[in-house]
Antibody, heavy 121, light 112 residues
């Protein structure tokens, strides 16, 4: 049973960089895509981007200039960095496994519990 | 900002059937990209409910069904139960710009 766990600071100052890590347990990070999704308080879900285990990435155009997603296969982890944060980046951040196999999209089938990040001085 | 539009809320009595629409455009649903649905119970992470327009992952009750036609998709819940009270989101792929994944605006289902 694959499980995901987000970790990182719960409070980030404006203009600084938000950094989160997602640890994959119970399975290998290989052969899957891995996404970050966020949800501002009381609002809907927003896809941030994904990384394939090989390192290729795709980002939401609205965040692309500030986002970097990386992977460390040796640790079975992938990470999110979001630069120049503002209060608008305050949200619950989720990591998820994106089951895209042989170019067929089966949806985001495993999710972490989410971690709350507040941007405030 | 979302390119997939859902009604903010739907409601029904226990045992009734409710449907949630997800309206897109020619660059996402209308382009043939699959639609997935997620259920988010209060205070929890989303859970995959329907994948590939109409398929249920193992463990999802057959009360939940999905369909797609043209530039829209729908989620139906038959035999509504109190435990179905949650937020529901559709999700697809949009080929505009460089291509990216999008979620619907979300629908709150209330069991009366």
């Amino acid at each position: 049973q694959v499980q995901l766990q987000e970790s990182g600071p719960g409070l980030v100052k404006p203009s600084e960089t938000l950094s989160l890590t997602c640890t994959v347990s119970g399975g290998s990070i290989s052969s899957y895509y891995w996404s970050w999704i966020r949800q501002p308080p009381g609002k809907g879900l927003e896809w941030i981007g994904y990384i394939y285990y090989s390192g290729s990435t795709n980002y939401n155009p609205s965040l692309k200039s500030r986002v970097t997603i990386s992977v460390d296969t040796s640790k079975n982890q992938f990470s999110l960095k979001l630069s120049s944060v503002t209060a608008a980046d305050t949200a619950v951040y989720y990591c998820a496994r994106h089951a895209i196999v042989l170019m067929v999209d089966y949806g985001m089938d495993v999710w972490g519990q989410g971690t709350t990040v507040t941007v405030s001085s | 900002q979302s390119v997939l539009t859902q009604p903010p809320s739907v409601s029904g009595a226990p045992g009734q059937r409710v449907t949630i629409s997800c309206t897109g455009s020619s660059s996402n649903i209308g382009a043939g990209y699959d639609v997935h649905w997620y259920q988010q119970l209060p205070g929890t992470a989303p859970k995959l409910l329907i994948y590939g327009n109409s398929n249920r992952p193992s463990g999802v009750p057959d009360r939940f069904s999905g369909s797609k036609s043209g530039t829209s998709a729908s989620l139906a819940i038959t035999g509504l139960q109190a435990e179905d009270e949650a937020d529901y989101y559709c999700q697809s792929y949009d080929s505009s710009l460089s291509g990216y994944y999008v979620f619907g605006t979300g629908t709150k289902v209330t069991v009366l």
